[in-house]
């Protein structure tokens, strides 16, 4: 019999229960039912022993993981992509320190992205509203740690520095800042 990757429903579980108390072996329920041993085997240890399996049990967590699936799904939830945006475009958070916050503080939220690539992935989709790429790309720095500033990625990319490069900075007279790239 071909073995192809399905999920399994309430009658095949019914089925499983029937010949494990009939007395059947792992094997013999797997061939019977067209999937792998290791599938009926990881089955049993997911949802109970041989002797205390409940297809119905079963059935319903099966059912509970599958709402569960994907990335996006944490993002179809209309409010919390409106606070997402409102913190992307108001306070000019980095999807990573959304993340972290809504870890402390999930604001009453049932299932919230524990990933900041959850969040990229649905900024890509349209999930998030009045969100793009684009609205990442900043021309403004912050000053930290006693002078360090931090340059955003795609100045660097399009000026061409990368990490290891040597610079020499000199003011204007005007009061401007000139770079030079520094040949090694």
Request: hydrophobic share 35%.
């Amino acid at each position: 019999m071909s073995k192809t990757f399905r999920y399994m429903n309430l009658e095949q579980r019914i089925k499983i229960k029937e010949m494990l108390d009939a007395g059947h072996g792992i094997s013999e329920i797997a061939n019977d039912l067209g999937y792998c041993y290791v599938t009926i085997y990881k089955e049993l240890e997911r949802c109970g022993l041989p002797d205390d399996y409940n297809p119905y049990y079963a059935q319903s967590l099966c059912e509970k993981n599958l709402k569960k699936r994907g990335r996006i799904d944490k993002l179809s939830d209309v409010e919390l992509a409106k606070y997402i945006s409102d913190l992307i475009l108001k306070e000019h958070l980095s999807p990573e320190k959304i993340v972290a916050l809504l870890k402390e503080d999930s604001r009453g939220f049932s299932n919230v992205p524990h990933s900041a690539k959850t969040i990229y992935s649905a900024i890509d989709k349209g999930l998030i509203p009045n969100v793009t790429r684009e609205t990442f790309l900043t021309d403004v720095s912050t000053v930290f740690s006693g002078g360090h500033i931090c340059i955003p990625k795609w100045v660097l990319e399009r000026i061409g520095i990368k990490d290891g490069d040597m610079l020499s900075f000199e003011i204007t007279e005007a009061n401007e800042i000139v770079y030079r790239k520094v040949e090694k």
